[in-house]
C-alpha cells in the first residue's frame, strides 16, 4: 500500500453531508487471503468510497489484525476505515485501551456490537451483555468517535416473538449512537418497516442497508450466515441460485443482477447510503456501482 497523508473523517459528518458509499472488509487468516484483502482494496479504493469497515472477531479473536488494518487504511487512503468492536467476553479496560490506541493512531469510528456469546453456551466473562453498554462507553471516550450500531430488519435471531421489544431495544441504542448499519436482506420492505417502527418510538437517525450480493460468497457461504443472522433469502431467488450452484461466474451473475436491484430501490425509497460486503473481494462490488452509476465519473 502507498501511502497518503491521514485525514479524519467521521462518519456522522459524511452522513450529514449526502448520500455515503461504503464497503466491509474481514480481516484475512492466511498470507493468500491477506494478498487477497490487499488486492480488493487496491481495485475498490478508485472508487471513492465514503468509508469502509473492518470486522471484528467475536471474543477478541481477530483484535491486532483487526487494528492493523483499520490503521493502515486510514493511514494509507483518502478514505477512513471503520473498526468494527464487539464488547462480549472483554473487559472495561481492555476496551479503553483499545479506544485509546484507535484514537492515538487517527481512527475516529467505531461500530459497537454485543457480538455473539460462544456458541456452546458458556459463560463468555467480562463487563458487558448488550451493544448499548459499549455504545455507552464509546461515547464516554474523550476520542469523540463516531459511534454506529447494528440493526436487523428482520428482527434479531435472539429477538424472534418479541418484535416491540426489539424495536425498543434498538431505538433506545441508536439514540445514544451516531447511525446504524443493518444487517443484509432482500426485501426492501424489511428495511422500510424498521424505519417506520423506528420513527414511532421517536427515532430518526440515517440507517444504512447492508446489501450482501449473493454470488459474492459460494451458496453454501451464504446459506451459513444467512441462517446464522435471520436473514431470509426468498424462495424464488435461492431457487435460481441453486439452479448454478457450482458455476462461480454465474451465481455471481444473478448476484449483482439482485444486489443492483436492491440497491436502486433502496436508494429510490430514500436510503441515506449503501453499504456493501465486499468479502474481501472487488469484482460483484465494482460492477454493482457501475451498474448503479455511483462510479466517481458519474458522481460530482
Ligand atoms: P444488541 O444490540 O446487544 O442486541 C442483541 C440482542 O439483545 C437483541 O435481541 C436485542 O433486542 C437484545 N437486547 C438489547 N438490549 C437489551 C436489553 N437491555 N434487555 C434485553 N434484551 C436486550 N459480530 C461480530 O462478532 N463481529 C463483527 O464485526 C460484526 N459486525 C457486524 C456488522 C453489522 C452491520 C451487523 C448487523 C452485525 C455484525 N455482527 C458482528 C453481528 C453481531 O455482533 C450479532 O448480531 C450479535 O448477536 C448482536 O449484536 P448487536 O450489536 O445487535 O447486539
Known sequence: MTSAPTRARRIRDLLAAGRTLSFEFFPPRTDEAERQLEKAIHELAPLRPSFV????GAGGSTRDRTRDIVV?????????????LTCTGHTRDEITALLDDYAANGVCNILALAGDPPADGSDPGGDFTYA?????????????????VAA?????PRSRGDREADRRHLAEKLSLADFAITQFFY?????????????????????????????????????????????VIPADLLA??????DD???????????????????????APGLHLYALNRSESVLRIVDALGLAPADRT
Open 53 to 56: 469497515s473492518v470486522t471484528y
Open 72 to 84: 493502515e487504511i486510514c493511514r494509507t487512503q483518502p478514505f477512513p476505515a471503520m473498526a468494527h
Open 132 to 148: 448499548i453498554e459499549l455504545v455507552e462507553l464509546v461515547r464516554a471516550h474523550p476520542g469523540d468517535f463516531s459511534v454506529g
Open 152 to 156: 436487523h430488519p428482520e428482527l434479531h
Open 187 to 231: 426485501d426492501v420492505d424489511d428495511y422500510l418497516r424498521m424505519l417506520d417502527e423506528l420513527a414511532a418510538l421517536g427515532c430518526e437517525k440515517p440507517v444504512l442497508p447492508g446489501v450482501m450480493p449473493p454470488g459474492a460468497a459460494s451458496l453454501s457461504g451464504l446459506k451459513r450466515m444467512a441462517a446464522m443472522n435471520g436473514s
Open 240 to 245: 435460481r441460485l441453486e439452479a448454478v450452484a
Open 248 to 270: 462461480q461466474s454465474a451465481l455471481r451473475d444473478i448476484g449483482v443482477e439482485v444486489a443492483t436491484d436492491l440497491c436502486r430501490r433502496l436508494l429510490d425509497a430514500g
